[in-house]
């Protein structure tokens, strides 16, 4: 069974740090562009970063430029997301992706699956 499961997520107050990782299950992530997205209550779900297969090249969201960074390590099977200076607009749902919806987001064509993880919650509040 192909399985993604994030961790990490938790409260934190304005200003500080979390680190999110994803573990893969089930395939090997090395082939696969991945990457993370967010949707907070009410809102739509947006791309926070991406990553590709080897790591080469990255996007992310201008919203959380020069704060987050996205990294793979695919000896380990897992992605992560550290996430610096945090605000409390950054609180949300994070998802891992692994698969097309990465893909498109690094300028790339659609791959031969998508799979999501169900999350970790970030909370942001003094």
């Known amino acids: 069974q192909v399985q993604l499961v994030e961790s990490g997520g938790g409260l934190v107050q304005p200003g500080g740090s979390l680190r999110l990782s994803c573990a893969a299950s089930?395939?090997?992530?090395?082939?696969?562009?991945m990457g993370w997205y967010r949707q907070a209550p009410g809102e739509v779900r947006e791309l926070v970063a991406a990553?590709?297969?080897?790591?080469?090249?990255?996007n992310y969201a201008d919203s959380v430029k020069g704060r987050f960074t996205i990294s793979r390590d695919n000896a380990k099977n897992t992605m992560y997301l550290q996430m610096n200076s945090l605000k409390p607009e950054d609180a949300a749902l994070y998802s891992c992706n692994a698969g097309s919806t990465a893909a498109y987001a690094l300028w790339l064509g659609a791959d031969d699956m998508d799979s999501w993880g169900k999350g970790t919650l970030v909370t942001v509040s003094s």
């Open positions: 089930g395939f090997t992530i090395s082939k696969y562009p």
């Open positions: 990553i590709t297969s080897t790591g080469d090249r990255t």
